[in-house]
């Protein structure tokens, strides 16, 4: 783990700010866990590369994805392995590899030491049940007719839904290998679940989205949104994500990254990352608290704008490369990006003004990834 890729004015020494990995950072024995953080806009703008790693992987990093509860990151790259990463100590775990199928969004189960991944070569199009624990295939779910382009788990049980080139959304359950539904599109689709695995909503083109009841998905979409500034073109959604609260929907299409009322379908704002016309959407995600959108950019910078003002509140430097995938920790402030390298971002202690932010230790000493602040 070094910072070599990485550029910024200050750059951090790997591990820093993370306990366990510094002489002068109490690791979790020490009380990282009495940390507490209220997410507002000078934390934000203070944020800052925790933790570097640039010798894991030799080509771009396509996924990652935080387990829900665990204190784990799990990578997938176009060099075919797979990383897995302790957010809490700040400290590369393992690497498998995959070199038979190529790997793809890759996405944690309810089980620490097994995730999903879809093949990113060869012409074995099953999605793919993987044991962390000793690198061992689980289960092929089989079905889709070309390369499979997303996926999704429910936070609520063991169902998932996955996403193709062959214009279908298919819904399983990680216990049987049998489909258990499939939804036809016109186009290249994305899927999501919202946050309590009741609903999951379905992109295609048209600036059109639909949502359906997991319990009566097969009566066809109980809603449907257009957005309009989308609704004359036939540029496919690049993702689609629910906030926490369940309040709003965060819908990536091409540059453009569109942040919409979850009930009414309104658009309350769009950003832009700056991607041009016909480029591959980049990476974005809500905030735990759903007060800000960060999104990777095609000037290889990180934004994070106000979903309440729609202004931009920080512009984070240090990539070499475009990130091109990036997700908010559900339980920490810690923000993972990635090109060919991955980052970990987290509030810089020193720059946050009489650590306003802050609850619990007074001591002065610098936390790893400090938690949220509970009601």
């Not at 990113?120 to 499979?148: P, Q, T």
Request: net charge negative.
């Amino acid at each position: 783990m070094s910072v070599s890729p990485l550029q910024t004015s200050m750059p951090p020494t790997p591990g820093s700010r993370f306990g366990g990995d510094s002489q002068d950072v109490p690791g979790r024995a020490d009380g990282l866990k009495d940390w507490n953080i209220v997410l507002d806009d000078n934390v934000v703008r203070n944020m800052d590369m925790g933790a570097v790693f640039d010798k894991e992987n030799k080509a771009k990093i396509n996924s990652l994805d935080f387990h829900r509860s665990a204190e784990l990151l799990v990578t997938a790259s176009d060099d075919d392995s797979i990383n897995v990463y302790d957010t809490c100590g700040g400290s590369h775990l393992k690497t498998l590899f995959s070199r038979k199928y190529g790997c793809h969004s890759v996405s944690f189960t309810h089980h620490t030491n097994a995730v999903l991944a879809a093949s990113s070569k060869g012409d074995d199009h099953s999605v793919k049940y993987l044991s962390l624990h000793d690198n061992r295939w689980l289960r092929y779910f089989a079905g889709h007719n070309g390369k499979v382009t997303g996926l999704a788990v429910s936070p609520k049980d063991d169902l998932f839904l996955s996403t193709g080139v062959d214009r279908e959304v298919r819904l399983w359950d990680l216990r049987i290998n049998h489909c258990q539904g499939v939804l036809r599109v016109p186009s290249q689709p994305v899927a999501t679940f919202d946050q309590q695995g009741l609903v999951f909503a379905a992109a295609a083109d048209c600036g059109i989205i639909k949502l359906y009841d997991m319990r009566a998905y097969d009566k066809g979409p109980f809603d449907t949104f257009v957005l309009e500034e989308e609704n004359c073109g036939q540029v496919p959604f690049g993702s689609l994500m629910f906030s926490n609260d369940g309040q709003k929907i965060l819908a990536v299409v091409e540059s453009r990254v569109y942040v919409l009322d979850a009930f009414k379908g309104h658009s309350a704002h769009r950003f832009d990352s700056g991607v041009p016309e016909g480029g591959t959407p980049l990476g974005a995600a809500f905030s735990p608290d759903a007060k800000y959108v960060v999104s990777g950019c095609h000037d290889r910078k990180i934004r994070v704008w106000s979903c309440k003002s729609g202004l931009e509140v920080a512009a984070w430097e240090g990539h070499a490369g475009v990130p091109t995938t990036l997700k908010w920790s559900l339980t920490r402030c810690l923000v993972a990006s990635a090109c060919s390298a991955l980052a970990f971002w987290i509030p810089d202690m020193q720059r946050i003004s009489d650590y306003g932010g802050f609850a619990g230790r007074p001591d002065g000493q610098r936390p790893g990834a400090p938690e949220y602040q509970r009601p």
